[in-house]
C-alpha cells in the first residue's frame, strides 16, 4: 500500500475513532496476521504507525 493511501486511511480512522483508533489498528493488524495474511497485517502496522504519528508525541 502506497504512502497516500496509508495516510487516507489513517485519517479516516482517527477522525472516526479519536484516540482510540491506534488500537483499533493493532487490532487489524493482530487479526491479520493471526489469519496468516502478512502482506495485509504489515499494511495495517503501516497505518498504525501513521497514527502515532498523526497524534504527536506522549505528553507527560
Do not use: P
Not at 17 to 22: F, I, M, S, T, V
Amino acid at each position: 500500500m502506497d504512502v497516500i493511501k496509508t495516510t487516507e486511511i489513517a485519517g479516516a480512522l482517527y477522525r472516526a475513532h479519536g484516540d482510540k483508533a491506534e488500537f483499533e489498528a493493532a487490532q487489524r493488524e493482530n487479526r491479520f496476521r493471526k489469519a496468516g495474511n502478512e502482506d495485509e497485517a504489515g499494511n495495517w502496522r503501516a497505518i498504525r504507525e501513521r497514527i502515532r504519528r498523526m497524534r504527536g508525541a506522549n505528553q507527560s
